[in-house]
């Protein structure tokens, strides 16, 4: 397998030059794989999040590189950064951030506006995704009126809209009990055998034990202390 995305001597540091200035990551280095399925493991604080959201292309190092399919992307106007975020990283976050207000299918088409893409094709897009998950029938719903369960699909659903390399993952299980949390598994694992890469930031045992996992990553205080495999 390829190297997909490389860190080298990755720095983040919040509030620079402040009193309340705090290193979430330092000097980090590491290369993930192309159709990996990564935990990213540690206490809160270690630096999960942080390291999600720069692999991500949601925020910027303050020091290092971060290489995407051997292409340096830290320092790329926030325009082709923002393109390859849509187009090539899907986010399942642990609130779900989706719009409570809007349908189930507003939910999957908004974040592909604007793009080049035509509304028909969009809109063909995402009623395919909700069929795949079982949510055919509610793409007129509101956010409002689906369970936990079902707010996860949609999340994971919208997070496939792109049709992208690679599935990050904050703290999935956050809110799930013991079935849905299974459910997810599965899904991410079906997901994993179609060729997507998974990076999931995870305290839950039940994630960064289950078969699934290829490798497990553990962060503490913004350093790599261990790099296995399960």
């Not at 051997?70 to 926030?78: K, Q, V």
């Not at 009126?145 to 997070?159: C, F, M, T």
Request: with cysteine.
């Amino acid at each position: 397998m390829a190297g997909l995305l490389k860190i080298d001597q990755l720095t983040k540091i919040f509030n620079r030059h402040r009193p309340d200035e705090t290193t979430a990551l330092s000097d980090l280095s590491l290369t993930i794989l192309q159709e990996e399925c990564i935990a990213l493991t540690g206490p809160s604080g270690s630096g999960k999040t942080t390291l999600l959201s720069l692999l991500g292309c949601m925020s910027r190092p303050t020091s290092g590189n971060i290489l995407f399919q051997g292409r340096n992307i830290s320092r790329l106007p926030e325009r082709f950064l923002a393109q390859i975020r849509r187009d090539s990283f899907g986010f399942i976050f642990q609130q779900y951030n989706l719009l409570r207000s809007h349908t189930v299918l507003e939910n999957l088409m908004l974040p592909l506006y604007p793009t080049d893409r035509q509304w028909k094709e969009i809109r063909r897009r995402a009623l395919e995704l909700l069929e795949r998950f079982q949510l055919g029938n509610m793409h007129s719903k509101k956010i409002t009126q689906l369970s936990g369960g079902e707010q996860q699909r949609v999340a994971i659903a919208r997070a496939l809209m792109a049709d992208p390399e690679v599935i990050i993952a904050d703290e999935p299980t956050a809110h799930l009990d013991e079935q849905l949390s299974a459910e997810l598994l599965d899904i991410l694992a079906t997901l994993n055998g179609e060729g997507k890469t998974i990076i999931i930031a995870t305290h839950d045992p039940f994630i960064y034990a289950a078969d699934i996992i290829q490798r497990r990553i553990s962060l503490q205080h913004g350093h790599i202390t261990a790099d296995t495999m399960p």
